[in-house]
């Protein structure tokens, strides 16, 4: 069975910094997409960059990138420029071959004014 | 486009008592999750349908939990009877069927329980 992995239960940075979430994930299956979901107070799980495993570039949404190290089955998230809006739990998320979205255990991200 | 509606949004019941979950996906979205999210903690997958049929439900207590997907777009998760450590926020997601492993998982506004 897949599992995700987030090491960072908190984190916490000032406005304007850059910011990294990190992730690991253990599977056998070779083709699969990593995902990073943003859950603010609301409650509203919304996508923030999603990754292809056979894709070798990393993927970029504005402010937000990732380092996708398919061998050591790492993918983390980079927040550049931190705005107060950010702030929320972030989760890394697994999805391959049996469709099945799995979650890690999430990382609580505070910007500081 | 509409985004996946879920009802109630809080709910407050007594142990022992049974407790119901709506959820409404896109429009066209063939697979739907619910998943519980504790407090503190990452959603856990109960249960997942492809249409109206079980893909996974390995997970869901099913002793106390069912959930159905009639006609393939609707689906209702219920509780009974309810612990106290069912108290979480219960959430659902829904996604197309076409090349399911890049398309990302749309998500409901969730209903938090609370069991007294």
């Known amino acids: 069975a897949q599992t995700v992995t987030q090491s960072q239960p908190e984190m916490s940075v000032q406005e304007a910094e850059t910011v990294t979430l990190s992730c690991t994930y253990d599977?056998?299956?070779?083709?699969?997409?990593l995902f990073w979901y943003k859950q603010p107070p609301s409650r509203q799980m919304i996508l923030v960059i999603r990754q292809e495993a056979y894709k070798q570039q990393n993927a970029t949404e504005n402010r937000f990138s990732v380092n996708f190290q398919k061998a050591a089955k790492s993918f983390s998230l980079k927040i550049s420029d931190s705005q107060l809006g950010d702030t929320a739990m972030y989760f890394c998320?697994?999805?391959?071959?049996?469709?099945?979205?799995?979650f890690g255990q999430g990382t609580r991200l505070t910007i500081n004014p | 486009e509409a985004g996946v509606a879920q009802s109630p949004r809080y709910k407050i019941i007594e142990k022992r008592q049974s407790v119901a979950f709506w959820c409404n996906p896109i429009s066209g979205h063939a697979t739907l999750y619910w998943y519980q999210q504790i407090l503190g903690q990452g959603p856990k997958l109960l249960i997942q349908f492809q249409n109206n049929g079980v893909v996974d439900d390995s997970q869901l207590p099913k002793d106390r939990f069912s959930a159905e997907r009639l006609k393939g777009v609707d689906s209702t998760l219920k509780i009974q009877p309810a612990k106290l450590e069912d108290s979480a926020v219960y959430l659902c997601?829904?996604?197309?069927?076409?090349?399911?492993?890049?398309?990302?998982?749309?998500f409901g506004q969730g209903t938090r329980l609370t069991v007294v």
């Open positions: 599977t056998s299956e070779n083709n699969y997409y």
């Open positions: 997601a829904s996604s197309t069927h076409r090349d399911m492993r890049n398309t990302e998982a749309f």
């Open positions: 998320a697994y999805r391959g071959g049996a469709q099945k979205l799995v």
